[in-house]
């Protein structure tokens, strides 16, 4: 039976840099995530008898979602569903499956690297039929629907089983729990060179990956230990936890530094990774030396020939403008195009559909290519194992090799955590008062040569996005950037952005948090950091 059920709008529906997240408890409010989901749907057009993929991290109050979403999907017209045995689709999975298989969409319930538990963070998003984010116009469409809702429709069924493959039926709708990880680790397999993997284990490579108790435990064990023959413990925290085991599955310095210290050790392996809440993210740490997002992203394009699945070359790298430079450098030297995007991986999607970019990535841990929509963890690291295979270097000698070649991008982010909003925006409106007298002006004898509030216009669909960060460039190519995080759940972040190009060799080898000191003070005289949120300093440095 169909149930209409009458319901008020919440007013704080608005989906951030990836979707919807908030606290459970906010979540657990009746018919707040049976509102989202219909708006969802009401956004949508043309969806009846098509198919819809459901799946998300693991994390407290995935079940109960994914129940709620499979009985509203009938409800509302869909033919079938295709669900994640035991609710697990890391956010690339997903995206496979939805391109996989042609489905309509998917729904992905997770708030990624933020913290779960009974207390901490849940989330849904929505990706279209290309696999990909939803886009700009239709997170606005959904929200605008949040706010005007009166009813949304749910069948009355029995909970499903999903922890079984199976296809059964409800309500009339089609529902398919489907392996989560078969159809990933098969496209792994088409785009690396998994016989020179093998022999690598096989000769003794040691590797340690973190799946921080988060969705990439199946994905990695299954991969890495099965198909790869990597020993047995090379993957560690692999069991998905509701509340990942008590920490932040955000693979960062700050989180995984465990990772770090064993990587920095006497008896480091020869290669260490992590993966975040979704699976999206990615660490990527050689012995005794740590590769930024940015550099990782710039020095995957540029050995990327060396992977079966891109042995044709790039059509073009994209990467978010907070991210650095380093990428730039290897497009010019390719040949190929570089774009410059907004912060979250909605904005790859037209470049990818339009074949304009092969290799997208972001500072914040993210790197991917054309094979899904989103960002993928794995990926990363089965990309740097495969270039680590071919050329038979460690990955210490490829970084500072490819510092030699291109230079180095010395890069990090400082974040300010749950700072008061007021404060935050308060900074932010004084920044953008004064952009236009900044430039020509010096702030610790580094000379302004332009300041802006980055506006991006989408060179395949003609829209454009304003407001997506103020930059602060200064002569030379340094700069600094400032903007407000999208994701978080309490009060506001600000993140703070710093870059440093160098091109002199000898300069290769210095502490980054050194090398940046000037800029770092710099960006603190031009924004009013301490003044305004009241810290003396980062809560988090990447
Ligand atoms: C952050 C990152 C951004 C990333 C987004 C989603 O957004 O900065 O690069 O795309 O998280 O990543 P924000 O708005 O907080 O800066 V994930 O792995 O949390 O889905
Ligand atoms: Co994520």
């Known amino acids: 039976m169909i149930r209409t059920v009458s319901t008020k709008p919440y007013s704080d529906q608005k989906p951030g840099t990836s979707g919807l997240r908030k606290k459970v408890p906010v979540f657990q409010q009746e018919h707040y995530a049976e509102n989202f989901i219909q708006s969802i749907f009401d956004a949508l057009d043309g969806f009846k008898g098509k198919t819809l993929v459901i799946g998300g991290d693991g994390r407290f109050y995935n079940r109960e979602v994914i129940q709620k979403a499979i009985a509203m999907a009938a409800a509302n017209g869909f033919g079938k569903v295709m669900v994640g045995q035991g609710g697990i689709l890391s956010t690339p999975a997903a995206s496979h499956v939805i391109r996989k298989y042609k489905t309509f969409g998917g729904i992905i319930l997770s708030a990624s690297h933020n913290p779960g538990g009974p207390h901490e963070d849940f989330g849904i998003k929505y990706n279209a039929g290309n696999g990909g984010p939803a886009p700009e116009k239709l997170t606005d469409a959904i929200f605008a629907k949040t706010k005007t809702i009166s009813s949304f429709k749910i069948a009355d069924i029995d909970p499903i089983d999903i922890d079984t493959v199976a296809t059964v039926k409800a309500a009339g709708m089609t529902?398919?729990?489907?392996?989560?990880?078969?159809?990933?680790?098969?496209?792994?397999?088409?785009?690396?060179?998994?016989?020179?993997?093998?022999?690598?284990?096989?000769?003794?490579?040691?590797?340690?990956?973190?799946?921080?108790?988060?969705?990439?435990?199946?994905?990695?064990?299954?991969?890495?230990?099965h198909r790869l023959g990597a020993p047995n413990g090379t993957c560690r925290n692999f069991k998905p936890l509701p509340d990942f085991g008590g920490h932040h599955p955000d693979p960062n310095l700050v989180h995984a530094k465990h990772l770090y210290d064993e990587m920095m050790g006497p008896d480091a392996p020869d290669f260490g990774a992590a993966s975040d809440g979704d699976g999206d993210r990615n660490l990527i740490i050689g012995k005794g030396i740590f590769v930024t997002p940015s550099d990782s992203v710039a020095m995957l394009a540029a050995n990327a020939r060396l992977a079966p699945?891109?042995?044709?070359?790039?059509?073009?790298?994209?990467?978010?403008?907070?991210?650095?430079?380093?990428?730039?450098?290897?497009?010019?030297?390719?040949?190929?195009?570089?774009?410059?995007?907004?912060?979250?991986?909605?904005?790859?999607?037209?470049?990818?559909?339009?074949?304009?970019?092969?290799?997208?990535?972001?500072?914040?841990?993210?790197?991917?290519?054309?094979?899904?929509?989103?960002?993928?963890?794995?990926?990363?690291?089965?990309?740097?194992?495969?270039v680590l295979a071919a050329r038979g270097e460690s990955c210490k000698q490829i970084v500072t090799e490819h510092w030699e070649t291109y230079g180095r991008n010395y890069y990090s982010r400082h974040d300010y955590e749950e700072v008061e909003s007021g404060r935050a925006n308060a900074l932010v409106d004084e920044l953008r008062a004064k952009l236009g007298s900044l430039p020509g002006t010096s702030v610790r004898g580094l000379k302004i040569a332009n300041a802006d509030d980055f506006a991006y216009h989408d060179p395949v669909d003609g829209s454009t996005s304003e407001h997506q960060g103020i930059r602060v460039l200064f002569e030379g190519g340094?700069?600094?950037?400032?903007?407000?995080?999208?994701?978080?759940?309490?009060?506001?972040?600000?993140?703070?952005?710093?870059?440093?190009?160098?091109?002199?060799?000898?300069?290769?080898?210095?502490?980054?948090?050194?090398?940046?000191?000037?800029?770092?003070?710099?960006?603190?005289?031009?924004?009013?950091?301490?003044?305004?949120?009241?810290?003396?300093?980062?809560?988090?440095?990447?």
Not at 187 to 210: H, W
Not at 332 to 343: A, D, M, N, Q, R
Not at 507 to 516: G, V
């Open 175 to 225: 529902v398919e729990i489907i392996d989560p990880v078969t159809d990933y680790a098969e496209l792994m397999e088409s785009l690396f060179d998994f016989d020179a993997l093998r022999k690598l284990f096989k000769s003794g490579f040691r590797m340690r990956f973190d799946a921080m108790h988060a969705v990439t435990g199946p994905y990695a064990k299954e991969i890495l230990e």
């Open 309 to 386: 699945g891109y042995k044709d070359g790039l059509k073009g790298i994209a990467r978010s403008m907070p991210t650095s430079g380093a990428a730039d450098r290897v497009a010019h030297k390719l040949g190929v195009g570089i774009y410059e995007t907004p912060t979250g991986w909605k904005f790859f999607g037209n470049l990818l559909d339009a074949g304009m970019a092969t290799i997208c990535g972001e500072e914040s841990a993210g790197t991917g290519s054309n094979h899904v929509r989103e960002k993928d963890g794995l990926w990363a690291v089965l990309l740097w194992l495969n």
């Open 478 to 542: 340094s700069r600094v950037v400032f903007r407000l995080s999208g994701t978080g759940t309490s009060g506001a972040t600000l993140r703070v952005y710093i870059e440093r190009y160098e091109p002199d060799k000898s300069r290769h080898d210095l502490d980054t948090q050194e090398a940046l000191a000037d800029l770092i003070s710099a960006a603190d005289d031009i924004a009013g950091i301490k003044s305004h949120t009241g810290r003396n300093k980062p809560s988090v440095i990447t």
